[in-house]
Structure formats: structure tokens, C-alpha cells
């Protein structure tokens, strides 16, 4: 019996990079089909050798997480890219994307990509907003090669996945990051016009030893009626210090009195930018889940 990670299924068949650093085909143990579970991307599983190149997924272990846009489990940290230009940033749909983010307990590092396009000098403001809710934002420019070292330094022994609206460059900087592999990259009426896509099916591909990054291919919006409004206030890094630290229990930090979180945005602890963004997008999801939930 061997254990290792899969890094790529496709049609049935997975690829297991083992502990012995070699990779099997496998298959997988018909048992899972009948539990309706079958191994995803990032799953680490055990399998019985077959012969010298295949084998036979036994057991799957307990997932750390699984993401079901692209389906990986155990992501480590996402990579969550966005561009100074061409598109320009959407700090709404950024805010839900970490959101999502931070609902599945990974962590985040932020990219703003095409930095030769920033002639207004975007970087140093949302720098400012991001950096003070907790975050790690990289400046990049993916077709000259600027800011991958510092993207690289921060990858090591995680499995990390590309996230982001579609044209940011995610594409060009997993393929500086790496040469085993060349995505298609490209301008998106251009790729919409060919009739392709990036890949439809999730890959880890290894950088170094462990070390692992997926692409996957942009979105345009995210759901986020699944999470309680009551929940939200934890998918906002920088609230988290002061959540229970309220006058009452159950504030939601709009109007109440007593709330230390409006306290401290107030105070300039927490920006104005983020907090306007809780309140705007916990109004949707509570007008949103009335409709759905009946809530
Ligand atoms: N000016 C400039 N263009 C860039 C930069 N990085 C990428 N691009 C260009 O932006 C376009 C989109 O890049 P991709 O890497 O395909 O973007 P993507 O995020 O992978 O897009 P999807 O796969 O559709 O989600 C391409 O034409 C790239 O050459 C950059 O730093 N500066
Ligand atoms: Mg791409
Ligand atoms: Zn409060």
C-alpha cells in the first residue's frame, strides 16, 4: 500500500503522485461510487499497487477542505489575482471571492497584476485597504516578469489555486511560475471567439518538491447566498479580533449600540472600504435568502 496526492483525474482514471515521488494510474475502488464520493484533485488517498504503474484507490482520506469551482480538495491558499487595467478592479466582487475564500478556511494572498498598466497609481490605494484587513498584495506585471519571485516565496509545501476574474493574467503568471506546463492565455472575446477555454479539469501541478499550483479559468460572479447573514461577519478577516467584543451578542454591526467594530472603523483600524462592503453585501444575502430560504 502506498499513499500520495492526486494531481490530475481524467475520464476515471487518477494520477497519484506517491510518497515514493513516482506517479500511478489508478482507478478507483468501486465502494466509492456506491457512497457517492470519488476522489477529486488535492486528495490525498491510499491505493494497492496493481503492478509497477497502476493501482487501486482504497481509501480517501478526511478532506481538509473541497471547492466545487474548480473541484479541488485540500487547497492550501488561493492566489487571488486581479488587474490594474483591462478589466479594471472590482473591489466587490474581490471582497466575495475572499469571502468564499475565507468560508473554506484557506488562506490568501492577493495579486494585482499588470502593474505597466497602472498610469493612476491603483496599487498604493487598494495596497492601503487590504494590507490593513490582514492581507499579503503583491504588485505584478506577468508578461515582463515583475513581482513572480515574490508570488514564488510564498508557495512552498502548499497547494495553491489560482483564482479571479477572467483576463487578469492568472494564465500568464501560473506560466512564469513554471515550464511544464503552458496555458493558453490570451485576450477573452479572442479565447471566446476560438471556442476555447482554459482547462476544464483541475490540475496540481508541481513546482518544486510538494509544492503545488492549479490555474483555473476566471468568473464573472459569485454566490454567496449559502452563507448565514449571521456567519458573515467571520469571512471578513480583520472583524474577527473584535466580533464578541459588542455590546450585544448577536450585533451585526449595521445600527446597534455598544459595537466595537464600528468602533473601530471609526477609529481607522478597520477601513471604510471593507466595512461598506459587509454591510452592502450582508444586505444582499439577507434580501437574497428571503426569496430563497424563506429566511
Ligand atoms: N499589459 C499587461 N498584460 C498582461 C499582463 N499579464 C497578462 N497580460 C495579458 O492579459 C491577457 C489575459 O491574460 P491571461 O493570462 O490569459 O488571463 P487569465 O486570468 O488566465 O484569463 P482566464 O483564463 O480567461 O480566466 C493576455 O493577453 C495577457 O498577455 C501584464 O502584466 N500586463
Ligand atoms: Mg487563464
Ligand atoms: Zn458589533
Known amino acids: 500500500m502506498l499513499e500520495g496526492v492526486v494531481i490530475r483525474g ?9 510518497e515514493d515521488l513516482n ?13 457517492k464520493i470519488s476522489p477529486v484533485v488535492g486528495d490525498r488517498v491510499i491505493f494497492e499497487l496493481t503492478d509497477n504503474k497502476h ?3 482504497t481509501e480517501i482520506k478526511q478532506r481538509k477542505n473541497f471547492l466545487i469551482r ?3 480538495a485540500n487547497v492550501d491558499q488561493a492566489i487571488v489575482v486581479f488587474s490594474s487595467k483591462n478589466p479594471s478592479p472590482n473591489l466587490n466582487l474581490l471582497d466575495r471571492l475572499l469571502i468564499t475564500i475565507e468560508h473554506n478556511n484557506i488562506e490568501a494572498i492577493l495579486c494585482m497584476n499588470k502593474s505597466d498598466l497602472d498610469e493612476e497609481g491603483l496599487y ?18 506577468g508578461v515582463n516578469n515583475i513581482g513572480i519571485d515574490e508570488i514564488n516565496k510564498n508557495l512552498t509545501g502548499k497547494i495553491s489555486v489560482f483564482a479571479g476574474p477572467s483576463g487578469v493574467g492568472k494564465s500568464t503568471i501560473f506560466n512564469q511560475l513554471q515550464d511544464k506546463i503552458k496555458m493558453e492565455t490570451g485576450d477573452v472575446s479572442l479565447k471566446a ?19 503545488y499550483l492549479v490555474d483555473t479559468p476566471g468568473f464573472s460572479s459569485i454566490d454567496l447566498k449559502y452563507i448565514k447573514p449571521e456567519e458573515l461577519q467571520f469571512d471578513f ?24 467594530v464600528k468602533e473601530k472603523v471609526n477609529d481607522g483600524t478597520i477601513s471604510k472600504e471593507r466595512y461598506e462592503s459587509y454591510t452592502d453585501i ?14
Open 237 to 260: 478577516k480583520e472583524f474577527k479580533p473584535y466580533i464578541g467584543m459588542c455590546k450585544f451578542n448577536s450585533c451585526l454591526h449595521l445600527k446597534e449600540i455598544g459595537c466595537k
Open 55 to 57: 493501482g487501486i484507490i
Open 70 to 72: 474548480p473541484n479541488v
Open 193 to 211: 471567439n476560438r471556442g476555447k477555454h482554459t482547462t476544464r479539469h483541475a490540475e496540481l501541478v508541481e513546482i518544486k518538491s510538494g509544492t
Open 10 to 18: 481524467i475520464a476515471g482514471f487518477y494520477y497519484v503522485k506517491a
Open 124 to 141: 498604493n490605494k487598494i495596497q492601503l485597504i487590504y494590507s490593513k484587513a490582514g492581507y499579503k498584495i503583491i504588485n505584478t506585471c
Open 282 to 295: 450582508l444586505k444582499e444575502i439577507k434580501d437574497l435568502r428571503r426569496g430563497y430560504y424563506g429566511d
Open 23 to 35: 506517479e500511478y494510474e489508478c482507478k478507483a475502488r468501486g465502494i466509492f461510487r456506491k457512497e
